[in-house]
């Protein structure tokens, strides 16, 4: 017998002698009522959910509020060991986008066993993934029915704040090993309708993440949802629609593989900023994935782009001062929204840069900057500054004499809402995700090159965000070869 079977033993005893239900214990003992009972609720040891569904894009889209790009998935298929705590999804997605990459099915099979998270890939090996994913993957095991219920029923659960809110009632609970979670259920089938979490998302803080149930059919005893829809805020990241699901049959090993468990979890290494320079007053601070560059001006200097987390960005602000001490860096040039590119805006906003982005973002940037981040307090919650930002339409010379520098909105198959620097002394066109050097193919470098020619610039080298500098002769060539 295990631990957690012995700690289940007296619920079902308590729930039974306890005359007067707390109005919290009300609503979960009505929740696992509709849900075929309590003792039902805590025999289930397997579920295994097999259906299709959509993936959205959060923070990649083409305009900040947009949500048309979707994945199609299919072969979805999630088994959770639920009193084990352990939980495997696989699934394939194809990119329903108007302009991707390649349109090839994705495999993806990704694993969470008690605190160990881990992806296993297309050539069947296994990896640990870092902490936060591991964390968000725990929160993820407790986001259905049953799983919720159960933890509910826990009597080491903490249940508090019953309340209505339109038709649903709702109580928060705080599970034996510290997770929190709020349970709403329908007010009048009693069924579950929704388990919310708190997160923490770098660019938008304090986020909720919500799984909505619907569709209840009955299973083995107990009512499951078809229908499952995960949204961060009030953003769609995922729809699962149930073809076929069972209640105790074979899950399958949904052990984290020994190399896995046994490996330590990754932690992020510190950034590494290394400086290129590009011409006189000009460079490229590359090192990681995401660059940035750095333009001087007489009497001060000019990021563009802060990329991925306050981590990236704070070095890169360091590398620039080290590089020019005596001149102040008070500018930062947004390449676009997606949020690996915009993921160190407020840290650059907590260094008392002012943001210059396409007119696009200005809204997005402004909520941006208010969103409380209590949870994991970023470089902007502890030294909190006011958001100076300027927009960009079609086009913007920044010039003082000795540097001048063009911005242009860039042509918006990648981002609507996307600015590429032009500086034409030395005929350097500073880029990103449009075309990156060596990583072919470029679905949106042809479309790119003809707005290009628009422009009548005379452009020698590209300075790309990702990967290396090449001369423009490079880029069209690989326009012209894929
Ligand atoms: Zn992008």
Do not use: F, I
């Given at each position: 017998m295990t631990r957690q079977t012995l700690l289940l033993l007296p619920i079902v005893v308590m729930v039974t002698a306890c005359a007067k239900p707390t109005e919290e214990q009300r609503v979960v003992r009505d929740a696992a009522s509709a849900l075929g009972g309590a003792d039902k609720v805590l025999a289930v040891k397997t579920l295994v959910i097999e259906g299709d569904g959509t993936q959205y894009n959060l923070g990649q889209?083409?305009?900040?509020?947009?949500?048309?790009?979707t994945w199609a998935v299919t072969d979805y298929k999630r088994a959770i060991d639920v009193p084990g705590e352990r939980a495997r999804t696989q699934l394939a997605r194809v990119p329903k986008f108007t302009y991707w990459q390649g349109l090839a099915a994705q495999r993806q099979v990704q694993g969470i066993d008690k605190a160990v998270g881990y992806n296993v890939g297309a050539n069947g090996a296994a990896s640990r993934v870092a902490a936060a994913a591991a964390d968000d993957r725990r929160a993820e095991l407790l986001r259905h029915p049953i799983t919720a219920v159960r933890a509910a029923l826990d009597p080491a659960a903490r249940l508090t704040n019953p309340r209505t809110e339109g038709d649903e009632s709702i109580v928060d609970v705080l599970t034996s090993d510290g997770r929190a979670f709020t349970l709403a259920i329908d007010?009048?089938?009693?069924?579950?309708t929704r388990v919310t979490t708190a997160a923490n998302n770098v660019n938008l803080g304090d986020v909720i993440i919500s799984t909505t149930f619907a569709d209840y059919q009955s299973v083995g005893g107990v009512q499951l949802p078809a229908r499952l829809t995960t949204k961060t805020d009030d953003f769609t990241t995922a729809d699962v629609r149930v073809t076929k699901q069972a209640v105790?049959?074979?899950?399958?090993e949904l052990a984290a593989p020994p190399a896995v468990a046994s490996a330590s979890v990754p932690v992020p290494q510190p950034p590494n900023v290394t400086v290129e320079e590009v011409s006189r007053g000009v460079w490229l601070l590359a090192g990681g994935s995401h660059h940035s560059a750095l333009v001087e001006f007489s009497d001060h200097l000019m990021l563009i782009d802060a990329p991925q987390n306050d981590a990236r960005t704070l070095a890169v602000i360091a590398k620039a001062r080290e590089l020019r001490p005596d001149k102040p860096l008070t500018q930062v040039v947004n390449s676009h929204h997606h949020f690996d590119h915009s993921g160190g805006i407020r840290a650059a906003v907590s260094e008392g840069l002012t943001v210059i982005t396409h007119q696009g973002n200005v809204a997005f940037f402004e909520e941006m900057i208010k969103?409380?981040?209590?949870?994991v307090p970023d470089a902007l919650a502890k030294n909190p500054k006011p958001l100076k930002i300027e927009a960009v339409g079609d086009e913007r010379v920044i010039t003082d004499g000795t540097m001048t520098v063009h911005l242009y909105a860039a042509p918006g198959e990648?981002?609507?809402t996307m600015l590429m620097a032009y500086v034409p002394r030395d005929r350097a066109l500073v880029l990103i995700d449009v075309y990156e050097p060596g990583a072919g193919p470029h679905m949106f470098l042809r479309p790119f090159l003809e707005d290009l020619k628009k422009r009548n610039l005379r452009v020698e080298r590209i300075v790309p965000l990702h990967e290396k500098m090449v001369p423009y002769g490079q880029m069209v060539k690989d326009a012209t070869s894929n």
């Open positions: 889209d083409v305009v900040p509020d947009a949500s048309g790009q007010a009048t089938t009693k069924l579950p105790d049959t074979d899950a399958g969103r409380p981040h209590t949870r990648h981002s609507e």
